[in-house]
């Protein structure tokens, strides 16, 4: 079971919005960045988000992401069919001096 | 532009040691940044193996650290992650990346399929 607590899945129209959620507590999401990634089935992950909040070159501006607290936010509008992905959150603990993942969020646009 | 490629026997027996290396290109590991491991079983999320920095510092994942050693060779732009008395629950994708911080990944390599069968 995963430290960092997210949906398993969601599923929105096109054109729409989703929030995606990863709570978790002061030693990780409380006190360290948060990194989103996005997953294609059989490809490697790619970085969508980084230091909670800071798009990497490439990364469109329908994807934003956001911290309060314990818990972090991607939100993803005007969503399209090729958002269809997993998505992970990650963060580090500064208790168990580790990265920690998400369970991930199978996403479809429906 | 940095490309990171993984390399590795595709099976390994239950109990014997796992011997992954990841070659980088376009990028000197004696620069700088983290170089990680991260792996995910079939159908399942992902999972942090551990990170080495460029100066050798280490830190692992506290569930596999009793069995990993991650290293780097800067001479051969090589890093190589050892996962040792392995059984089925380590068969996985595993991936090398390169950090921008701990957990933060910017640089992938492919994914290499890992069995434990015997």
């Known amino acids: 079971q995963s430290v960092l607590t997210q949906p398993p899945s969601m599923s929105a129209a096109p054109g729409q919005k989703v929030t995606i959620s990863c709570s978790g507590s002061s030693s990780n999401i409380g006190s360290n960045y948060v990194s989103w990634y996005q997953q294609f089935p059989g490809t490697a992950p790619k970085l969508l988000i980084y230091?909670?909040?800071e798009r990497p070159s490439g990364t469109p501006d329908r994807f934003s992401g956001s911290k309060s607290g314990t818990s972090a936010t991607l939100g993803i509008t005007g969503l399209q069919t090729g958002d269809e992905a997993d998505y992970y959150c990650?963060?580090?603990?500064?208790?168990?001096?580790?990265?920690?993942f998400g369970g991930g969020t199978k996403l479809t646009v429906l | 532009q940095v490309q990171l490629e993984e390399s590795g026997p595709g099976l390994v027996k239950p109990s014997e040691t796992l011997s992954l290396t990841c070659t980088v290109s376009?990028?000197?590991?004696?620069?700088?940044?983290?170089w990680g491991w991260v792996r995910q079983p079939p159908g399942k999320g992902l999972e942090w193996i551990g990170t080495i920095y460029h100066t050798g510092e280490t830190y692992y994942s506290p569930s596999l650290k009793s069995r990993v050693t991650i290293s780097i060779d800067t001479p051969t732009n090589r890093f190589s992650l050892s996962l040792q008395s392995v059984t089925a629950s380590d068969t996985a994708v595993y991936y090398c990346a390169r950090g921008i911080t701990g957990p933060t990944f910017d640089y992938w390599g492919q994914g290499t399929l890992f069995t434990v069968s015997s």
């Open positions: 990650v963060t580090w603990d500064s208790s168990l001096s580790a990265a920690m």
């Open positions: 376009g990028y000197s590991l004696s620069t700088g940044y983290y």
């Open positions: 230091d909670n909040d």
